[in-house]
């Protein structure tokens, strides 16, 4: 019997307790509810997620484990197993299934709001609302004032095009530092950059003003490139939801992802540069690279202590860190603060 499915892309979490036989959508929620100790650290999953060796099939605790994107959790005769679930491939129209998701996110009323970027995706979003005669949706930006990482005059010519008045949500570097503590609160892997908290800080805003869900681009990058690593997309979910607001992700919904699984990887995303010039995206998008969004280094030197550092790399057989590069920093600063969190000390 199937108890629970993950998405093939893995936007939501799944995770179980295989001796206790329990399963729910988070480390947090599971321990909670089926009242479980945090239980030992799993070193080589926690060392995995420092080197880039991801395991898709544990978490940071040894009792805990992940069901993969693209996995079932089922019970056995043995206890809890999990099992491939065939992807879904199912050409179709690419516009009527994206328009089709659009609507049903729309369809209950709810107070939504459409979190634009600088790039492709979400200027398609955009302009296929447009097109479509839905042009009632507030349009949020996040500008961060930091060299190479600020998409605001990007993202505000792609509302222009659109006669489009965006609100603007103004964060630096010191935000992104402040929130950090409060994003791994809800996130339950260290990370390696700090772009994810973009997302927290932009939902914030969004639910200060009552919006309750936001409709994104994530998703296409990694359906086209069939990326099932989630090193991504579930904690940009998790962090919306932190702050009250849901994202959805039409690029993600599932008739969606069977279209364009029903053709070979696209990487480059042709299918969507050519669709997005027919919603008369700018040849600065449609045409232009895709450009890689990581946060530039930030000053979190107050969350890297140097003695809980070391004990901890002794407990997890890990080599001392150097902390010579950003990535390290902010894996090591997470992971020390998702700990805390959980109650671990080294």
């Known amino acids: 019997m199937i108890l629970r499915e993950r998405d093939p892309f893995g936007i939501r979490q799944v995770v179980y307790h295989p001796r206790s036989a329990t399963f729910g959508g988070g480390i947090r929620e599971l321990l909670r509810q089926a009242q479980l100790p945090t239980g030992p ?15 898709a099939d544990r978490t940071i605790l040894a009792d805990v484990r992940a069901v993969p994107p693209g996995y079932a959790l089922v019970e056995a005769s043995e206890g809890l197993a999990v099992i491939e679930r065939p992807l879904r491939r199912t050409a179709g129209d690419l516009e009527t299934l994206l328009l089709d998701a659009l609507r049903d996110v729309l369809a209950d009323g709810r107070t939504t709001a459409v979190a634009l970027s600088g790039g492709l995706d979400s200027a398609l979003i955009l302009g296929l609302l447009h097109t479509h005669g839905i042009r009632h949706l507030p349009v949020y930006v996040l500008a961060t004032g930091l060299p190479g990482y600020d998409e605001r005059a990007a993202a505000c010519e792609t509302a222009r095009r659109r006669g489009v008045e965006v609100i603007v949500v103004e964060a630096g570097a010191q935000a992104f530092v402040d929130a950090l503590p409060e994003a791994m609160r809800h996130l339950e892997e260290p990370l390696y950059n700090l772009h994810p908290v973009a997302k927290l800080l932009l939902a914030r805003a969004m639910a200060r003003d009552g919006i309750v869900r936001a409709i994104t681009g994530d998703g296409v990058d990694q359906v086209l490139r069939r990326d099932r690593s989630a090193d991504y997309l579930p904690l940009c979910r998790t962090l919306f ?3 009250g607001v849901q994202l959805s992700a039409p690029f993600l919904a599932t008739p969606v992802v069977a279209h364009l699984c029903s053709s070979p990887a696209d ?11 027919h919603h008369g995206v700018s040849r600065a998008l449609t045409e232009g690279p895709k450009r890689a969004r990581l946060a530039p280094p930030m000053d979190l030197g107050h969350l890297l202590p140097a003695a809980p550092i070391l004990a901890l790399a002794a407990v997890l057989g890990l080599p001392v860190p150097t902390l010579a590069t950003d990535a390290e920093r902010v894996q090591w600063a997470t992971l020390l603060l998702l700990l805390r969190d959980l109650g671990v000390t080294a």
Request: aromatic share 6%; proline share 3%; with cysteine.
């Open 41 to 55: 650290l799993d070193s080589q999953a926690i060392g995995g997620y420092l080197t880039g060796a991801r395991y």
């Open 241 to 243: 939801e932190a702050a």
């Open 267 to 277: 990487p480059d995303k042709r299918c969507i540069r050519r669709l997005a010039r």
